[in-house]
C-alpha cells in the first residue's frame, strides 16, 4: 500500500539544473523523515539527503552539499530535490525513501523506496 512515485527526471548538461518530485501515498506522510537515495552505474545504493518529518533539518552527501536542497510538503505528501549546478557523477537513478521509523539523520540506505527516476548529467 505504500506508494512513491518519482518524477522529475531527465538529460541534462553539466551545470544545469533539475527539480525532482515524490508523491508519497499509503501512510501518514508527515510522521516519517525522508530521504533520497541513488544508484549510479557500476555503484551500489548510495544515500544522498534526508529530511526531518517536519523539514526542519537536512543532511547531505558531501559531495551534493551546497547543491542540492531537499524539501517537502507535508499538506501534499510531496517530496522534492532540487538539483543544481550538476556535474556528470550525479547520473544515477533517484529514489525517493521513506526513512525507517523514528530515524533522524538517517544516512542509511535503509527504508522503502519509490520506482526512481533517471538523472543524466552529460559534459
Known amino acids: 500500500q505504500v506508494q512513491l512515485v518519482e518524477s522529475g527526471g531527465g538529460l541534462v548538461e553539466y551545470g544545469g539544473s533539475l527539480r525532482l518530485s515524490c508523491s508519497a501515498s499509503?501512510?501518514?506522510?508527515?510522521?516519517?523523515?525522508m530521504k533520497w537515495l541513488r544508484r549510479a552505474p557500476g555503484k551500489g545504493l548510495e544515500w544522498v539527503s534526508f529530511?526531518?518529518?517536519?523539514?526542519?533539518?537536512?543532511n547531505y552527501r558531501s559531495s551534493v552539499e551546497g547543491r542540492f536542497t531537499i524539501s517537502r510538503d507535508n499538506a501534499k505528501n510531496m517530496l522534492f530535490l532540487q538539483m543544481n549546478n550538476l556535474r556528470p557523477e550525479d547520473t544515477a537513478v533517484y529514489y525517493c525513501?521513506?526513512?525507517?521509523?523514528?530515524?533522524?539523520?538517517?544516512?542509511?540506505?535503509?527504508?522503502?523506496w519509490g520506482q526512481g527516476t533517471q538523472v543524466t548529467v552529460s559534459s
Open positions: 525513501t521513506r526513512s525507517p521509523s523514528n530515524t533522524v539523520a538517517d544516512k542509511s540506505i535503509a527504508g522503502f
Open positions: 529530511i526531518t518529518t517536519d523539514g526542519t533539518e537536512t
Open positions: 499509503g501512510f501518514i506522510y508527515s510522521d516519517y523523515g
